[in-house]
């Protein structure tokens, strides 16, 4: 059985972040430990599926699920549930430090404010279903690359948060914590390539 990592709860999560530091480096650079959460292994009485998937099957799914959602997208591109525009100028908070300049100039504003909701009707009617599917057979090798990367992180991620205890609410609430601390872990690495 695996060792579990010593959390009392969700205040003491730093065994979890030095544990996922050093399965993340183990992932990015041990084969042997990566196959070994991505690949089937015999459980009892069933073969037990991979831990987190492969690469290769990761992003063949997400841009196989893009692609059969061609017909949604375009129904919800035609009629969003929330106001694109609205949504355009509040987003100028949340995107202001690495916009400053934009925004004091109001280069962002007078951009939304021209903004044309019935030409963006048109250009995604125009475009349709078949040229939503074109643009993600264009990005599938991207979508690769960017998983390719993206998987043996998530894979340590998972590794290191099953090895977490679950048997105490306080123990429950660190591993939820942590899950969401790995996740920002492995975005923080993401950028890092």
Request: hydrophobic share 40%; glycine share 4%.
């Amino acid at each position: 059985m695996t060792e579990l990592l010593k959390v009392e709860g969700p205040t003491d999560l730093s065994a979890f972040h030095v544990a996922l530091q050093e399965n993340i480096k183990r992932a990015q650079n041990d084969p042997d430990y990566l196959a070994s959460i991505t690949q089937e292994h015999k459980g009892n009485p069933i073969t037990l599926g991979p831990r987190v998937a492969s690469a290769e099957t990761w992003a063949e799914d997400m841009v196989t699920a893009a692609k059969n959602k061609a017909g949604k997208w375009l129904a919800n591109s035609l009629k969003p549930k929330k106001d694109p525009k609205a949504r355009a100028l509040k987003a100028a908070k949340k995107y202001e430090n690495n916009m400053r300049i934009a925004l004091d100039e109001k280069h962002w504003d007078a951009g939304i404010e021209a903004f044309d909701e019935e030409l963006r009707q048109e250009t995604i009617a125009a475009v349709g279903e078949s040229g939503y599917r074109s643009g993600i057979d264009h990005k599938a090798k991207k979508i690769t690359a960017k998983i390719t990367k993206l998987q043996p992180l998530v894979a340590a991620l998972a590794d290191t948060i099953d090895k977490m205890p679950v048997d105490t609410p306080e123990q429950r609430a660190a591993k939820m914590i942590a899950a969401r601390d790995g996740m920002l872990a492995v975005k923080k690495e993401m950028r890092k390539k």
